[in-house]
């Protein structure tokens, strides 16, 4: 990648003499972005061999503002022209490298590694930045309510309601000044439509990720089913939305298979029957969810085979590239809308309060 669409280039200039100034060795930057998205400051904290550099784990973490981007180089190999080739397999990252940008990644940090001369650079992670707050335009999110509006022409018998449209703006106020907003409706005001217009307009305006959590899964597929589809293609956008649940709610293919072979201690003809069935429709469920199933199998089975948190082996489980709760979790960082449940929102809430932050994936991705 050219360094001009990441670094400006008085500061690529600077950075190439600081590494000069180290006897062409690697050296550990923290970065600064401006407003346009490029690096316009830097800090060097360590100097290294023509190998390696410390990375310098705790000052990083502590560092008040935080750092948008860290950045080392990769001397070249000494007698070694330079070409295409040459500087792709110079730039690729280590081990080591991925570990520390994945490791940062997660609070927002930023990971690039440049060439000696500072005309290259490979980005291992962009970084998440925090960028001017666009606010929802209250009369053009309202009318689509409204009679004639994209939303009010797809539903049959629509009927224009004050108390929803009060609702609207009251959250879109919310949204815009960044207040609590607390409000009670009676049944039939529509209040998932009122929350959920300002709701993705304001996720697809920022390129932030929204959680809507309800008080029942029936609820949760009501809105992923129905009322999203529904405003987001009366906008005419697309918007990611992923459904979470709570880990039980599908199955482990590592438990099942080992369920399988411990069938004959069944002595309900039902579990065997079930199990079978449960077998079938793991091969070609997409989600591996309870709810998609055709049937209710019987909770002593289920239990056996659920993902559960004490048993699950992670990444050292050979199921692993095929296990529907890690695929839920890639789908769900990629989101802008999450539709999870209180249990597992209140979950997320008391481990970041208890000191795993508001920056990383805990039982959810981050969110603000």
Partial sequence: MNVKKHITLDCAASLKKAIADSYGNEIFALCYVDDDGYINKFDVRARGNEDSVLALYDLVETMKPMPDVLLHNHPPAKGKRKTKETIEQLLTPSDNDMYIASKFAEQGIGSYIVDNDVEHVYVIAEPTLNRKKIKLNSDNIIAQLQAGGTVA???????????????????????NEEKIVVAEAGTGVGK???????????????????????????????????DIPLVSSALGKKIKTVLVKGRANYIC??????????????????????????????????????????????????????????????????YREKCFVMSLRREASAANLLVVNHHLLFADIAARSQGAGYDVSVVLPPYR
């Fill in 253 to 318: 293919r590592r438990r099942l298979n080992s369920t399988i072979s411990e069938r004959q201690l069944f002595e309900d003809k039902a579990e065997h029957a079930a199990l079978d069935a449960i077998v079938a429709w793991a091969e070609t469920t997409q989600t591996g969810s309870r709810s998609d199933l055709n049937f209710m199998p019987p909770a002593s089975l289920w239990q056996r085979v659920c993902s559960e948190s004490d048993t699950c082996m992670g990444l050292a489980c050979t």
């Fill in 192 to 226: 998932s439509f009122a929350y959920l217009l300002p709701a993705i307009h304001f996720a697809l305006a920022n390129e932030q990720r929204i959680i809507i959590s309800t008080a029942t899964i029936t609820l949760q597929q009501q809105l992923f089913e129905k």
């Fill in 153 to 175: 022409l797809r539903l049959p018998y629509y009927e224009t309601r004050d108390q929803q449209l009060n609702l609207v703006e009251l959250i879109i106020r919310g949204f």
